[in-house]
């Protein structure tokens, strides 16, 4: 069935100017999203667990609904690189929105954008003003579970959306040096099986699976 709303899943929640950093991303949901966050609710109901028991999340550029599916908050909306932070958050996974933001985030950004963004986000720094036992933290922990994940949602982005980089050799070429380059030296296997399934997906786009579905 087509979304509630006729915009697509992300569309602009609003522009106050033409800085990307007031550019705001909102999500709408499926009637099958809205279901089963229903069904959802109603388990948690039902155990004497509601939504209000779990921490209100706030983080500056994002918008939350206030909801809470699976102990994760449900993200309404946002600026584009607190949204990419969001897709390699170190606190806990969230495959939902992985799966929504790689289906429609053309509707908001290019892929070299996105992928620039990624870039950006496994070279993130501590905050500024950390302390030295909060660097000290950020280097020995967060930077690798930040860079592992930007390695997963690039395996999701290529499994899911190799056409993009079917259609565009710069972008493809900008995402092979980044791989076999910067993070080669730093994660050495998971690069080389990112490379191992890019090949894969270049030569052979549908897969065999796909292929039978369309005999």
Known sequence: RPPRSTLFPYTTLFRSGSAPERNYIQIEKTEEELEAQDSASSATNAEGIGAQEYEIEEEDGLVFTGE??????????????????????????????????????????????????????????????????????????????????????????????????????????????????????????????LMKLLNKKLADPLGEEEKKKRQ
């Open 68 to 193: 809470v599916i699976n102990g994760r908050p449900i993200i309404k909306g946002g600026r584009i690189k607190k949204l990419v932070e969001r897709l390699t958050y170190t606190k806990y996974s969230d495959s939902r929105f992985l799966h929504a933001f790689l289906l429609t985030f053309r509707s908001f950004c290019t892929a070299s954008e996105f992928l620039e963004l990624l870039m950006q986000r496994y070279d993130a720094e501590p905050p500024e003003g950390s302390s030295e036992e909060d660097i000290e933290t950020f280097n020995s922990g967060q930077r690798k579970t930040i860079r592992l994940k930007v390695n997963n949602v690039l395996k999701h982005w290529i499994t899911t959306g190799i056409q993009d980089f079917l259609e565009d050799e710069a972008l493809k070429q900008s995402l092979v040096d980044f791989v076999d380059g910067k993070m080669k030296l730093d994660m050495e296997g998971p690069a080389n099986s």
